[in-house]
C-alpha cells in the first residue's frame, strides 16, 4: 500500500499548488490512499470551509486532516457532521463534534487515518498517548496512518517510538519546515517529525514576513497575514506499507519549491 501525504495547506498558494500539482504526483507516484491537513487552508491561513474541503477532495485528496485550528472558521460547524472525510484531532477533550478517524479500504485491506494532537506549548488536550492506547482496539487493522499534530519534536518522537511496531506510520505537521528525518523504526512504523507546509515560499511560515519580524524586535501583538503574492511550496512524503503486516517499508520527502522545482 502507497500513501501520498501533504503537510499543512496555507492560504491561496498552498490551495494553488495542491491543484496544480497533487493529480501529477498521483500520476507519477500511483498512491492507493492520498491524505492532506487541510487546517490552514483557508485565505486567513486558520481552519478550512466546506468549499476548500470540496475542492481539496476534487483535486485528489480522500482523506483531510485537521489541527489546532480546527475551529478557527466557524462555518465548519455546519459540515463537520455529514464530512466523512474530514478527520479533526481526536484528543480534543469533551464531546467534540466530528470524527477523529476514519477508515478507507484499499483492495483486500483497511487503512484508519488517525489526527491525533500534542500537548507540548499547545492548548489543553487530552493525552493523545493514552487516546491512541484506547483507540487501538477500535480501530481493529494493522494499517495506521497518524497525523500527529504538534509543536516539539520530542513529543512527536516519543509518540512514534511509543507505538513503533503497533501503528503503520507517525508523520508530524503543525512546525511547517519539513525535516530531513524521515525513517522507518526498528519496529515497522513510518515516522518523519515534521511533513512540512504547502502554501507561499517566500513567507514565515506562510505569513507575511514583515508582521512577523515586527512581533519579534518589537514583543507586541501584532496582527499576522498570509502570504499572497509569489511562488509557492508543496511539502510532504510518500510511504510504502508491506501489504501483509501492515508495517512500513520506505518513507520519502517530498518537496516542490523554487529551489526543487517538480521532476516527473
Same mark, same amino acid.
Given at each position: 500500500?502507497?500513501?501520498?501525504?501533504?503537510?499543512? !495547506?496555507?492560504?491561496?498558494?498552498?490551495?494553488?499548488?495542491?491543484?496544480?500539482?497533487?493529480?501529477?504526483?498521483?500520476?507519477?507516484?500511483?498512491?492507493?490512499?492520498?491524505?492532506?491537513?487541510?487546517?490552514? =487552508?483557508?485565505?486567513?491561513?486558520?481552519?478550512?470551509? $466546506?468549499?476548500?474541503?470540496?475542492?481539496?477532495?476534487?483535486?485528489?485528496?480522500?482523506? !483531510?486532516?485537521?489541527?489546532?485550528?480546527?475551529?478557527?472558521?466557524?462555518?465548519?460547524?455546519?459540515?463537520?457532521?455529514? @464530512?466523512?472525510?474530514?478527520?479533526?484531532?481526536?484528543?480534543?477533550?469533551?464531546? +467534540?463534534?466530528?470524527?477523529?478517524?476514519?477508515? %478507507?479500504? %484499499?483492495?483486500? $485491506?483497511?487503512?484508519?487515518?488517525?489526527?491525533? $494532537?500534542?500537548? %507540548?506549548?499547545?492548548?489543553?488536550?487530552?493525552? &493523545?498517548? /493514552?487516546?491512541?492506547?484506547?483507540?487501538?482496539?477500535?480501530?481493529?487493522?494493522?494499517?495506521?496512518?497518524?497525523?500527529?499534530? +504538534?509543536?516539539?519534536?520530542?513529543?512527536?518522537? +516519543?509518540?512514534?517510538?511509543?507505538?513503533?511496531?503497533?501503528?503503520? /506510520? !507517525?508523520?508530524?505537521?503543525?512546525?511547517?519546515?519539513?525535516?530531513?528525518? #524521515?525513517?522507518?523504526? /526498528?519496529?515497522?512504523? #513510518?515516522?518523519?517529525?515534521?511533513?512540512?507546509?504547502?502554501?507561499? @515560499?517566500?513567507?514565515?511560515?506562510?505569513?507575511? #514576513?514583515?508582521?512577523?519580524?515586527?512581533?519579534?524586535?518589537?514583543?507586541?501583538?501584532?496582527?499576522?497575514?498570509?502570504?499572497?503574492?509569489?511562488?509557492?511550496?508543496?511539502?510532504? @512524503?510518500?510511504?510504502?506499507?508491506?501489504?501483509?503486516?501492515?508495517?512500513? =517499508?520506505?518513507?520519502? &520527502?517530498?518537496?516542490? =519549491?523554487?529551489?526543487? &522545482?517538480?521532476? #516527473?
Amino acid at each position: 500500500m502507497r500513501i501520498l501525504f501533504v503537510g499543512d !495547506v496555507v492560504g491561496n498558494i498552498g490551495q494553488d499548488m495542491i491543484h496544480e500539482y497533487l493529480p501529477q504526483l498521483k500520476r507519477d507516484l500511483k498512491p492507493q490512499v492520498t491524505i492532506v491537513n487541510g487546517e490552514n =487552508s483557508t485565505p486567513v491561513g486558520r481552519g478550512i470551509s $466546506q468549499n476548500i474541503y470540496k475542492q481539496l477532495l476534487k483535486d485528489g485528496a480522500d482523506v !483531510v486532516t485537521m489541527g489546532n485550528h480546527t475551529w478557527d472558521n466557524a462555518e465548519l460547524y455546519d459540515f463537520i457532521g455529514s @464530512a466523512k472525510r474530514l478527520v479533526r484531532p481526536a484528543n480534543f477533550p469533551g464531546n +467534540a463534534p466530528g470524527q477523529g478517524w476514519t477508515k %478507507v479500504k %484499499v483492495n483486500q $485491506q483497511t487503512l484508519a487515518v488517525v489526527n491525533m $494532537q500534542g500537548r %507540548v506549548f499547545m492548548n489543553p488536550m487530552d493525552d &493523545p498517548f /493514552a487516546k491512541m492506547q484506547s483507540l487501538l482496539p477500535e480501530l481493529d487493522t494493522d494499517f495506521v496512518f497518524v497525523d500527529f499534530h +504538534a509543536e516539539t519534536t520530542s513529543e512527536k518522537r +516519543a509518540f512514534a517510538m511509543r507505538y513503533d511496531g503497533q501503528l503503520s /506510520a !507517525v508523520v508530524g505537521t503543525h512546525t511547517h519546515v519539513q525535516t530531513s528525518d #524521515a525513517q522507518v523504526l /526498528a519496529g515497522g512504523t #513510518a515516522f518523519m517529525t515534521e511533513a512540512g507546509m504547502t502554501g507561499p @515560499a517566500d513567507s514565515v511560515l506562510g505569513m507575511q #514576513a514583515d508582521s512577523v519580524i515586527e512581533r519579534f524586535e518589537n514583543q507586541r501583538p501584532t496582527r499576522y497575514t498570509v502570504q499572497e503574492v509569489g511562488p509557492g511550496l508543496l511539502s510532504g @512524503a510518500v510511504l510504502d506499507l508491506n501489504d501483509k503486516t501492515g508495517h512500513a =517499508s520506505s518513507i520519502h &520527502p517530498i518537496l516542490i =519549491s523554487p529551489q526543487h &522545482p517538480y521532476q #516527473a
